[in-house]
C-alpha cells in the first residue's frame, strides 16, 4: 500500500490544510487512487471546492498520479508519501466509519 498525503496552504500566514490522503492498495502506476477526505474539511466553507480540484489534479496525472502529483511546483498544493498507519482511524471510530472515508475516484 502507498499513501500520498494531500496538503494545501490557502496563504502563507495560515494554517496547512489535510485536504485528504490518496491511496494505492494495488499497483500505483496502474491503478486509481482511493480518496479519503480529511477531517481538516470539516465545518470549512468551500470544502467541496478542494475535493473538486483534487478529483481533478489526481485523473488529469492517472496513470502516473503517484509520482506526478508529488512533482507539482505550488505553493499551495503538495503531496507528500507517509506510512500507511498514517491512515488509522482515532480511537472511537468504528470500521463503518473508515469505510465511509475511503471512496473510489
Known sequence: MRVLEVRFRPQLDEPLLIIGHLIWNGRFDREPALIRRGRSLEGIERSEMYMAKLEYL????????????????????????????????????????????????
Not at 61 to 88: G, K, M, N, Y
Open 58 to 105: 489526481v485523473s488529469s496525472t492517472f496513470p502516473d498520479s503517484f509520482t506526478q502529483l508529488q512533482e507539482i511546483q505550488s505553493r499551495f498544493w503538495s503531496f507528500v508519501e507517509v506510512a500507511p498507519a498514517a491512515l488509522q482511524a482515532p480511537s472511537g471510530t468504528s470500521p463503518a466509519m473508515v469505510k465511509s472515508w475511503l471512496r473510489p475516484r
